[in-house]
């Protein structure tokens, strides 16, 4: 089945650009920190035949201009709820990847009405679990030298990086340089928020709250979210299901698409909105 490339729009009053495919049941996916709206063009592809996907895209990140009001994740999880309201997007299933999976389980826990299912992609629930590595992004200036490399590899690699090419196999060398193209058109002073926020707080003592039927998917060799959130998290979320991706790493979605792509569209064709499951056991998908 053909299906028709990604359209990039912006959403009213709001200025933020987002990406969209499909029509049917909405599916809005929410990128991590210092990514953008473009790493989830292979899921809007794959999940275009039966559902309408819409990928939002943070201020201060790729084309979405920066914005100064915003100090906690809380704040982005209104935005998105506003976001969705002005798309005109009703009992929602909402998919968020690292920080954007906190922002999307705040949303599930604030705007219950919005959120009809929730989907945790290797989400950064809890700095706890978070590698050591990480917190070097506290401080602007690995922000700024992370932005830099970023805007001179799109210098020699960014004409290469058609939207055409954000489909492929995975691996590591594309979704690499792809990264680093956009870091290089993030915003410093943004990013530098964003990852205080997210370092400040843990939201594993609100996890119980969640009523949504819930699919928590982890790379199994994740170095930066360790797997360990993930069981954590499937854990204290009442209708939650569990799926470790193998030899995926932080971005499933990138590295390991095919297996991710067949977990996601389980969970949206097999799990009903809105009703009362049983917690599943731990799934693993097969190394073939």
Known sequence: MHVQPPIEARVPELGLHYLHAGTGH????????????????????????????IALEWPGHGRSPAVSDIERLSDLATLAAHAST??????ITVVGHSMGGRVAALLALVHPSLVARLVLVDAALDPAHIAPYGR?????REIQRTIRLGRWLGGGFG?????????????????????AYYNGLADAQTLHRYVNALYA?????????ITQPTLIISGAR???????????????????Q?????????????????????????FLD?????????PLPLRQQPDS
């Not at 070097?136 to 602007?140: A, F, G, I, S, V």
């Not at 097999?270 to 049983?278: A, R």
Request: proline share 11%.
């Open 201 to 209: 707080e843990s939201l594993d003592e609100r996890l119980p709250e």
């Open 222 to 240: 994740d170095p930066l979210v360790l797997p360990r959130q993930a069981r954590r998290a499937a854990e204290l979320i009442p209708h939650a």
């Open 270 to 278: 097999h799990v009903p909105p809105e009703s009362s499951v049983t």
């Open 242 to 266: 569990l799926q470790l991706i193998p030899r995926a790493l932080h971005t499933p979605m990138d590295d390991q698409p095919a297996a991710f792509y067949r977990v996601l569209l389980d």
């Open 26 to 53: 909405p599916v809005l996916l929410l990128h991590g920190w210092a990514a953008f709206k473009e790493i989830w063009w292979g899921t809007l592809l794959a999940i275009a035949p039966r559902y309408h996907g």
């Open 159 to 179: 004409r290469l990086l058609k939207p055409a090419e954000h489909e492929h196999a995975g691996g590591l060398v594309r979704p690499f340089l792809r990264r």
């Open 136 to 140: 070097r992004m506290l401080q602007l």
């Open 86 to 91: 002005l798309l005109g997007l009703e009992r």
